[in-house]
């Protein structure tokens, strides 16, 4: 049985709103409840939701949606929200999926091939990627002449050349369940921002020679974040143009 993660303990500052940010409306439906629903027709039925900013007030709008809710109390990072479900897993072998609660247009065929590639590779952790042509913001992909991911640069630890790199992380991954919660125990947060970076689990997966994958997001419309007032508006249009003409937020998704 697949069993999912998602990330909405973050406060969103950049939305210059009290809401915490996985609350804020798409068409009139918070961006969690897109990200739950793509999860639950992806085959999940085992979800788990980190949260911190709000806690109360997600798990409230939430509570009847059969999911768990995991409290990070302190937000020191991606891979140290993710380490705080390492209780509810520690009897689960399989694989996790990794997802983030304001990328609200990602398509449940997206993370079935995403789930088929890493399943049919038998690697460690498969990332989901896309391309862009201005990549600022983002983590780049580093890999090998072969195509193996080596690891994610963070943009604010990138070097100018790795800058240049057009391939970025969309922070969505496959995961072996016994290899991630090992690995989270061995990130340090000597980085720029003093954080756990869910990313280091690429480095690491590849210095204890495991396999590390990718699959590359041909639309990468689905894999947007939403960090600010701007990106929500053009998650509207995009989810306009996605859905097709004539579509309104009165019709079901």
Do not use: W
Not at 42 to 50: E, K, L, T
Request: contains cysteine.
């Amino acid at each position: 049985m697949l069993r999912t993660i998602i990330l909405a303990a973050g406060q969103g500052k950049r939305m210059k709103s009290d809401l915490a940010k996985v609350l804020h409306p798409l068409y009139g439906e918070p961006l969690l409840s897109y990200v739950v629903a793509t999860a639950k027709a992806a085959g999940s039925r085992d979800i788990s939701v980190i949260v911190g900013h709000q806690a109360s007030a997600v798990r409230e709008a939430f509570k009847d949606h059969d999911l768990t809710f995991i409290e990070q109390r302190e937000l020191l990072g991606t891979g140290h929200a993710v380490l705080q479900a390492r209780e509810r897993f520690a009897h689960y072998r399989g694989v996790v999926l990794i997802l983030c609660g304001d990328v609200p247009l990602l398509r449940p065929s997206t993370l079935r091939l995403l789930y088929a590639c890493h399943g049919k590779k038998k690697r460690a952790v498969t990332v989901l990627t896309t391309l862009l042509t201005n990549p600022v913001g983002y983590g780049r992909i580093i890999k090998s002449p072969a195509g193996e991911v080596l690891k994610i640069v963070e943009e604010r630890d990138a070097t100018e050349a790795e800058k240049e790199i057009k391939e970025i992380n969309t922070g969505i991954y496959c995961v072996d369940s016994r290899f991630l919660f090992d690995a989270l125990g061995k990130i340090k947060n000597n980085n720029a921002q003093q954080e756990y970076y869910l990313t280091d689990i690429i480095a690491i997966a590849h210095g204890d020679g495991y396999g590390v994958g990718c699959l590359v997001a041909a639309d990468q419309r689905e894999v947007m974040g939403i960090n600010t007032p701007q990106d929500l508006e053009l998650a509207h249009q995009y989810l306009k143009q996605m859905k097709g003409p004539g579509y309104s937020s009165d019709e079901p998704r």
